[in-house]
């Protein structure tokens, strides 16, 4: 399984970003595949989740700024991020794992990651 995470930079207040994931080499009917973020200094949080039926959960600080989507077909999840704020800035990684439908949060709990891309959001 590899997962491989573009889309990350450098944005001010405000802006957007659209995370990509591409996964290759992950199939199974059961999974759930989430954003994790981890800021310096701090623990690794989850900040998104889907799983195979579709179902999606948040973190409470995204606050309805962020949508986490899925292109079956391209094999691919996004995390589409607006209104960034400051406190985003951090490396954000994809995730998944072959067991569904109940998606934790904690990282510990996922076998494959990405290698991150970093988020940057200045005021």
């Known amino acids: 399984v590899h997962l491989v995470e573009s889309g990350g930079g450098s944005v001010q207040t405000g802006g957007s970003l659209r995370l990509s994931c591409a996964a290759s080499?992950?199939?199974?009917?059961?999974?759930?595949m989430v954003w994790f973020r981890q800021a310096p200094g701090k623990e690794r949080e989850a900040v998104a989740t889907?799983?195979?039926?579709?179902?999606?959960q948040y973190g409470d600080f995204v606050k309805g700024r962020f949508t986490i989507s899925e292109d079956n077909v391209q094999s691919t999840l996004y995390l589409q991020m607006n209104s960034l704020e400051p406190e985003d800035t951090a490396m954000y990684y994809c995730?998944?794992?072959?067991?569904?439908?109940?998606?934790?949060?904690?990282?510990?709990?996922?076998?494959?990651w990405g290698q991150g891309t970093q988020v940057t959001v200045s005021s």
């Open positions: 889907i799983n195979n039926g579709g179902l999606k």
């Open positions: 080499g992950f199939h199974s009917p059961k999974y759930c």
């Open positions: 995730a998944a794992r072959g067991v569904g439908p109940w998606c934790p949060w904690s990282p510990g709990m996922y076998n494959y």
